[in-house]
């Protein structure tokens, strides 16, 4: 339907200039690394889904800032055998199978794209073949950098 706006064209068209360039930077890296990713609005949020699981979900930051999370879906998925690796520390993992990336503005995102873009496709990747998870892939669980 042409004309008419989707869910994730009003999202961002709601955010201030300040916000909606970190963010459309950090789609544009989500779009580099897994093109074939469905974007649309969960958790309030632009959120990336291969499959049935949500994989990469970006929001704002209450203290300023934008974040992008990488996680393996809505429910609980089982970590024996899940093991993932960020060389260049680029996130935090408050789980290991959950990893948030915080930035202040587009110029942080660009000094950083690469990595981002090799992050983010090594994690999908990794979840496609962790057992459990509903990606397009199955199989044995990825032990990168042992």
Known sequence: ???RAGPVDSWLAALPP????????LRAIVRAAAPELVEEIKWNAPSFRDGADHRVTLGLERTG???MVLHRGVGAKRLDGWSFDDPDRLASWPAPD???IQVADAGAIAARRG??????ARWIAATRA?????G???GPG???GD
């Open 115 to 120: 990595q981002l873009v090799a992050l983010v």
């Open 136 to 138: 397009r892939g199955s």
């Open 18 to 25: 300040d916000l909606r360039a970190p963010v459309d930077a």
């Open 1 to 3: 339907m042409a004309g």
């Open 65 to 67: 800032g934008v974040r």
């Open 142 to 144: 990825i032990r990168a």
């Open 98 to 100: 959950r990893g948030v």
């Open 130 to 134: 962790a057992p459990g998870d509903q």
